[in-house]
């Protein structure tokens, strides 16, 4: 088989991750390039990563490069080549085009003399003439302009293979898949999941880290959904070669949930967006096997059959406003206090545009990842669960701390109980309402005259005004 070059699109700081994947799939590296990289390999190699990839955006197949210093030289470039090859008898196009130099400073313009190339040279081979569709064509022509050369290529991916079908309603600032992707395989997710691991995330919003963690772990193809691709009307199509690899795709997400399943679940304390990833996870075909509550982070407690090790991955809320970022710091301080209280032994993955907070988590992180989140800078931070990593000494008992001291410890665990039992019913029924905002206490106990509200996972303490006088008898 002919080998054939590759431009392969993903997201900015993906690049070397997208490199590696795609040598999985038989393509060779010829040289990086921002925001995706040049490969060589065989057609079949192309069509995995459209049905394999979790981290690219777009599989370009290069037809060629054309000198394209002025207008006239690009068009003359383009109308010299065999598009007859490329675009079916009487079908269908379209052109992307990006970039621009001295000559070519809009795109539309460029993408039209483009169109001008291809229909010219089609129609002077004595071929019917093609016609252009914005939507839905036939096939998609990807122009990429640099300085003075014009790459020409096939779009095999026909849409952003980022979008895998599943998710078609959102959270607020909602993560893309393939980003989620490279979180995860950052985050050391296959070699912990492969040891027996399990996966949560505190703040699932509609659930993408937890649903690509899950196609990750079970070998489940990304591109396994997908009605559509590219390359279906282009006149170099292989069906039978894309028939088998279907095929295969099949039997490895049969054969994926055959062994050990690892756990996932997701949390969040916004019932609407559980609603919204419940729904991601029965279109991703994995009910029953990812698992989403409406809970904030002040109730998490780990459940009693999850494994001794595993990985939180967890994308907070960035914050902007000057009160967001304070309400942040308090968000951060309880994530680090209840990963460490509930999930020692696990790994905490931090996805954030503000790694300031880091610091808040209480522990230190042994690796920092640069990345961005469509065009914000952001960091994902990397920390191993484990007492020794603790930023501050979490032992009550750790020399130098000073704790508060208990007048009549048997009434303080008499608080606690009734604390612990109040939440466990009236949270339970919040939860199920829907409701964040909830009075937990109202002076139950006549020792401990307090009224404790829970706002959306904060909790506020208020104290009755003592009695002036107190009845001896």
């Not at 895998?164 to 959270?171: A, L, P, V």
């Amino acid at each position: 088989m002919s080998k054939h070059v590759f431009f392969v699109t993903c997201p900015k700081g993906v690049e070397y991750l997208l490199a590696d994947e795609l040598k999985e799939f038989g393509l060779n590296l010829v040289r990086n390039a921002p925001a995706g990289v040049w490969v060589e390999g065989e057609l079949e190699s192309g069509y995995r990563a459209c049905l394999w990839s979790r981290l690219a955006n777009r599989v370009i197949l290069n037809v060629a490069d054309v000198d394209a210093r002025s207008a006239d030289e690009l068009y003359a470039g383009v109308v010299d080549l065999d598009w007859q090859a490329h675009i079916p008898a009487g079908g269908s196009f379209r052109v992307t085009f990006l970039g621009q130099n001295e000559a070519i400073r809009n795109t539309q313009f460029g993408a039209q003399k483009v169109k001008d190339g291809i229909v010219d040279s089609i129609r002077g081979a004595g071929a019917p003439r093609p016609s252009v569709a914005p939507k839905d064509p036939d096939v998609t022509v990807s122009a990429r302009l640099n300085r003075g050369r014009l790459s020409l290529g096939i779009d095999l991916s026909g849409h952003s293979l980022h979008m895998r079908g599943y998710r078609t309603e959102k959270g607020i600032a909602p993560l893309k898949e393939n980003l989620a992707a490279a979180l995860l395989l950052r985050a050391g997710w296959p070699e912990i999941a492969a040891n027996g691991g399990d996966f949560v995330d505190l703040m699932c919003g509609s659930g993408t880290l937890v649903v690509e963690a899950a196609l990750m772990a079970l070998d489940i193809a990304p591109g396994r959904k997908q009605e559509r691709f590219g390359f279906e009307k282009w006149p170099g199509h292989q069906p039978e070669l894309w028939l088998s690899l279907r095929q295969e795709a099949e039997r490895r997400a049969h054969e994926g949930k055959q062994g050990r399943i690892p756990t996932f679940y997701g949390f969040d304390r916004d019932g609407r967006v559980i609603a919204t990833a419940e729904k991601n996870i029965l279109r991703a075909g994995l009910e029953g096997i990812v698992r989403v509550e409406a809970r904030p982070i002040s109730e998490f407690t780990r459940k009693n059959d999850w494994s001794d090790t595993g990985l939180v991955l967890t994308n907070p809320p960035y914050g902007e406003r000057l009160s967001e970022r304070k309400e942040l710091a308090a968000l951060y301080q309880a994530l680090g206090e209840v990963v460490a209280r509930e999930l020692t032994g696990w790994r905490l993955g931090v996805f954030t545009g503000a790694p300031e907070f880091g610091k808040s988590l209480g522990l230190r992180s042994f690796k920092q990842y640069k990345l961005f989140n469509g065009k914000l800078p952001a960091q994902l931070l990397l920390f191993d669960v484990q007492p020794e990593n603790a930023r501050t000494p979490r032992d009550p008992a750790a020399p130098g701390q000073i704790m508060p001291r208990i007048a009549n410890a048997e009434r303080a665990d008499m608080l606690r109980n009734r604390l612990k039992k109040n939440l466990k019913t009236i949270g339970q029924w919040a939860r199920k309402q829907n409701i964040g905002c909830y009075r937990l206490y109202d002076a139950d106990m006549p020792e401990y005259a307090l009224a404790i509200d829970i706002y959306e996972g904060r909790v506020h303490v208020q104290e009755y005004l003592a009695p002036k006088s107190v009845d001896e008898k």
